[in-house]
């Protein structure tokens, strides 16, 4: 645990994917038709995309908040229903499970295309991930990671995808966190995934940069150097994070002009009452309470720095077993009910 280092975060992992997990999802969106209980989108529950101008993101029609809008409603609780569709019409990320990268980059990818969206991807898997604690573990080694990555690329091909890559990965070789020995590897496998993913035709990469809360911007650009950032569109900010927008943005672009004025995604999904304050300040980051929806996902941002407000945790799944919540990555409806409850939306 970190102890007096408190103000920094840990990133919870998503779900973990059953390995054909894009496949049958890409099955079930081309199904289409009534007889299904699909739109023609393949939605369940009445789950549409967002108008594409405003927000040219995939919402993906049966994901866990989807699911849960299905239940809610068939047990007719209305009321619950409603709240939960504030998280199930917006596009979240996916993150991508390390049994079939290939397939489901493949199965998401190809599911957005057909919805005329770009399918956000969050790929969580370098080695020594999150230094063993909630959201430990990732690829066995390097060799291990450059084989995921490449499955990944090809299962994304030429479609379009916004690559959000390996939160905190540069942060806990700042931090303190990931030991020196792993770190010359680490570089090389960040810059080596920005120009795999980078190469390919309609792809844009966000290398992780940290959030307004851990530290400064002069104790990490560089390292996002050395890790590749010049090579990659952009970087994030805020991930599972709950820092407001306003001092993402700041800290976003404090650290953009140290790195050649690169843009950058905000991810506001669960930042609308900005970080919790109270508690043990080593565990303010793991299922606070009291914490809100924010901005939904657009590019609409109003600052040319700020590529897009993005919904990178997929609010509603636990940061880790505290407070009440299961293990990191898992469905917690209740916890998505507190959240859309206290959103201003």
């Excluded at 959201?135 to 995808?161: E, L, Q, T």
């Excluded at 927008?245 to 690169?262: M, P, Q």
Aim: glycine share 12%.
């Amino acid at each position: 645990m970190y102890g007096s280092r408190g103000a920094m975060k840990r990133t919870a992992v998503a779900r973990v994917s059953v390995a054909m997990a894009g496949a049958v999802l890409l099955l079930g969106a081309c199904s289409g038709g009534d007889d299904d209980g699909k739109d023609g989108n393949g939605s369940t529950a009445g789950i549409t995309q967002q108008p594409k101008n405003v927000d040219p993101f995939w919402v993906n029609p049966e994901g866990n908040a989807a699911a849960q809008v299905a239940e809610y409603e068939k047990a007719g609780k209305d009321a619950e229903a409603g709240q939960i569709r504030k998280i199930a019409e917006q596009p979240t990320a996916e993150w991508i499970g390390t049994e079939n990268p290939e397939q489901e980059a493949k199965g998401f990818t190809e599911a957005a295309q057909k919805a005329d969206r770009d399918a956000v991807l969050v790929l969580y898997n370098i080695p020594h991930r999150d230094c063993g604690q909630y959201s430990g573990g990732g690829a066995a080694d390097g060799d291990a990671y450059r084989s995921f990555i490449d499955s990944v690329a090809k299962g994304i091909g030429d479609r379009p995808a916004t690559v959000i890559l390996e939160p905190d990965a540069v942060l806990h070789l700042v931090d303190g966190c990931t030991p020196d020995e792993y770190h010359e590897e680490r570089y090389d496998l960040l810059k080596g995934a920005i120009q795999k993913l980078g190469a390919l035709k309609n792809t844009k990469v966000y290398l992780d940069a940290g959030n307004a809360g851990w530290g400064q911007p002069d104790q990490i650009f560089e390292p996002l150097k050395r890790a590749g950032v010049d090579q990659a569109d952009g970087f994030s900010v805020n991930v599972s994070n709950f820092y407001t927008t306003e001092d993402s943005i700041a800290y976003g672009k404090e650290l953009s002009a140290k790195v050649g004025d690169k843009p950058f995604v905000v991810d506001t999904s669960r930042n609308g009452n900005g970080p919790y304050t109270e508690g043990d300040e080593s565990e303010r980051w793991c299922n606070p309470p009291g914490r809100a929806l924010g901005e939904a996902p657009t590019t609409e941002t109003a600052d040319p720095l700020v590529d897009a407000y993005l919904w990178v945790k997929r609010p509603g799944e636990s940061d880790g077993e505290c407070k009440g919540g299961p293990k990191a990555g898992e469905w917690w409806p209740e916890y998505a009910l507190s959240l859309a409850r206290a959103s201003k939306g």
